[in-house]
């Protein structure tokens, strides 16, 4: 299947605080809030929704196209990129800006305070899903961008008749009602998380039945509560893999996109694929940063059954990798 990512490239910069944010904070002088967290670690980090669900699809098997714009400070993120087998291809350099940053300050109930600057990502409106030069995709995943291009590839999407998945993410909160309500219509997948579920509501109007209703697949995260599923008619509930440590949050939720995705794009069924999910989110939680996990096919495998028990499709993973093995040599 081939599949392009849409949505933000970015560098993350992840502080943490080493306190509670909740302590700090004066619920009737919320109009007039104004702080300051004195930080006692920060790094940077390769991130973005597209490049973040790319990543751990790659680690699963699949060559996702990445689609997007970055800055001329991004070379070296490339090279990374590509050794793990993202196709890069697609990735427009824009000349004399830099690649859009993603700041995250986390305290110690992993509870965050964010903020994104575009950079280069202001410049993805101009960049058409028309110019994909390789025939029309089987699936487009339009996550979190500049809301403009997130509103295009909607457009173009349905024009070209490519199915696509609707992950608004973050961008709830910028993106108007009536966008997001054209990105839920038509789209064959949504993924949001609990909080952005009631939002998208909220912005669009819609109900949370008039979604399952019109979406054929509704995804919604719920942490470490795991994930419900609405597909066919009908409610599946997702456990969460329980992590070893938690190291970080930050890119948990592109990861159980990356394995749910995985698991569809091998026509899994909807339990297994949420399952997929999970499990990728775990492996992201253990450790810092959003492209920091590592696995091959056969240890995601084993882990799989050791938390959800034997599950005869996942072979179709192992087979994939003999394949790709035989390939490659």
């Not at 104004?34 to 790094?43: A, K, N, P, Y």
Request: with cysteine; net charge negative.
């Amino acid at each position: 299947m081939k599949t392009i990512c849409t949505g933000s490239i970015a560098y993350d910069y992840l502080m943490t605080f080493p306190g509670h944010f909740r302590e700090h904070i004066v619920p009737d002088r919320l109009d007039s809030i104004s702080l300051s967290f004195l930080v006692d670690s920060m790094v940077r980090q390769r991130g973005g929704v597209a490049t973040n669900i790319a990543y751990t699809m790659a680690l699963l098997g699949d060559r996702p196209i990445v689609f997007g714009t970055v800055g001329e400070d991004f070379e070296e993120y490339r090279q990374f990129l590509e050794s793990v087998g993202v196709d890069t291809r697609y990735i427009r350099v824009v000349p004399g800006v830099f690649t859009a940053s993603f700041f995250a300050n986390t305290d110690l109930d992993n509870n965050q305070i964010c903020s994104f600057y575009p950079g280069a990502m202001t410049y993805a409106r101009d960049f058409s899903l028309m110019e994909f030069r390789e025939g029309i995709p089987d699936l487009v995943i339009i996550s979190p961008n500049d809301p403009v291009a997130m509103d295009r590839y909607v457009e173009e999407c349905k024009a070209l008749g490519v199915r696509y998945f609707y992950d608004p993410s973050q961008q709830v909160v910028r993106v108007s009602g009536e966008e997001l309500r054209r990105g839920v219509e038509g789209a064959f997948g949504l993924f949001v998380n609990e909080y952005e579920f009631e939002l998208l509501q909220k912005h669009t109007g819609l109900t949370a039945a008039a979604i399952c209703a019109s979406v054929p697949l509704v995804v919604v995260t719920l942490g470490a509560k795991g994930a419900v599923i609405y597909a066919e008619g009908k409610e599946f509930r997702i456990q969460a893999v329980k992590p070893t440590h938690i190291a970080d949050p930050t890119g948990v939720g592109d990861a159980f996109r990356a394995g749910f995705i995985r698991g569809f794009q091998l026509g899994l069924d909807w339990i297994t694929c949420g399952q997929m999910g999970a499990l990728a989110a775990a492996y992201c939680l253990e450790q810092k940063g959003p492209q920091s996990h590592v696995f091959s096919r056969e240890e995601f495998v084993q882990r799989f059954r050791q938390n959800f028990g034997e599950n005869d499709a996942l072979v179709i993973l192992l087979e994939d990798s003999i394949n790709m093995t035989r390939r490659n040599t």
